[in-house]
């Protein structure tokens, strides 16, 4: 089985006979109309043997210009040693061309074949050197214009990489500024219920364990099927429940086939928090959150409601709405809205839309 790198060489080697193939027929279809405007007819195989010998000699000094132009290129600050290199370069192949040339011109009954191969050399320095000069400028120019657009795609996949882990590492600072955030919350619920209620602080120490654990086992993953997010939320909201007890009730709406989109991990935990820190605490009455999700046009809407304060709070100043704004911002680009509105009979509604992605199969 070829190597990776002998497989690479091959390709190259049949570039290089497949363009010098094509370079010869093509010359020597010019030389053949040529012959036959000016009325002096050729035989078409007699016109291909020749320019496909000249065109096969130039193939196998082909590796040799490349290696010059690899080894020597056209750029600063060694432009001048470089251009001077493949001049002299481009008359000593050019001549050696024309050497091999004048071994296989008898054979394909060129034009300037001489008595010996010395005559026929000296006959083809004296008709095509010039001209062949410029064919080892012409591999050299071909040479530096790969090794360029090979240079900008490396920049361009560099570039592309070092943005992938720029983003990569700043959605792991936002995980690990979040995460802290939010169990310093839920341990101040603890704190206070130990001064209420023991058997209240210890089943929210339970379901706190259960919680941290679910962030453990997704703090590796940028993302994570709804339905995961929807049971690390209903774990939050009990333990916020076993706080205000009857002040605080829920309604999750989300069809069970949108179950398996893939979200944001602790996309939800954030803006559920956020509606009861601000928007239920302090309240006399009742407070409702209702988490909805739905698929619009190709897209998967989340939203979050309460039915608190509304408008009237900064709620954009907080940790948890800052955060998810940066995340969705990381993660989708332009493709993403997160939106904070007026909710139907008072309150806040927190909207987020992102492309509906289903889970992969196992």
């Known amino acids: 089985m070829f190597s990776g790198g002998w497989r690479a060489r091959m390709i190259r080697l049949a570039i290089v006979i497949g363009a010098w193939t094509l370079a010869g027929l093509l010359l020597a279809t010019q030389a053949w109309v040529s012959r036959a405007i000016r009325g002096e007819p050729i035989a078409w195989s007699h016109t291909i043997a020749i320019w496909l010998a000249w065109a096969y000699i130039w193939a196998l000094l082909t590796p040799i210009a490349l290696a010059l132009a690899a080894r020597f290129p056209l750029e600063r600050p060694q432009l001048a040693r470089a251009a001077m290199v493949h001049g002299l370069a481009g008359v000593v192949l050019a001549a050696i061309n024309l050497a091999l040339f004048a071994i296989v011109a008898p054979h394909v009954d060129a034009v300037s074949v001489g008595p010996d191969w010395f005559a026929t050399f000296s006959r083809l320095l004296a008709t095509t050197f010039l001209l062949n000069v410029p064919v080892y400028w012409l591999l050299v120019g ?8 090979q240079a900008a795609r490396e920049r361009e996949r560099r570039a592309l990489r070092l943005e992938a882990q720029l983003a990569e590492a700043r959605l792991l600072a936002l995980r690990a500024q979040l995460q802290p955030h939010f169990l310093f919350n839920a341990l101040n619920t603890v704190s206070v219920l130990m001064r209420e209620d023991v058997d209240a602080a210890d089943r929210v120490l339970v379901l706190l364990s259960g919680l941290l654990r679910r962030a453990l086992d997704t703090s590796a993953v940028s993302e994570v099927e709804l339905r995961e997010e929807v ?27 949108l179950l398996d ?102």
Request: aromatic share 6%; charged share 20%.
């Open 231 to 257: 049971a690390f939320v209903e774990a939050y909201l009990a333990i916020e429940k076993t706080r205000f007890d009857e002040q605080l009730s829920y309604r999750i709406d989300i069809d069970p086939p």
């Open 142 to 149: 071909a040479a530096h214009a790969v090794r360029l657009a």
């Open 261 to 362: 989109a893939r979200v944001p991990s602790l996309i939800l935990q954030p803006l559920v928090e956020n509606a009861v820190r601000h928007g239920l605490a302090g309240r006399a009455s009742p407070g409702r959150i209702e988490i909805a999700a739905a698929c619009i046009d190709g897209m998967l809407h989340l939203a979050v409601r309460d039915n608190g304060v509304g408008m009237n709070r900064d709620a954009t100043d907080g940790v948890g709405l800052s955060n998810t704004r940066s995340r969705l911002r990381l993660l989708y680009g332009s493709f993403h809205s997160f939106e904070l509105t007026a909710a139907q009979g008072g309150g806040l509604e927190v909207a987020l839309t992102i492309p509906l992605r289903a889970a992969q199969a196992p």
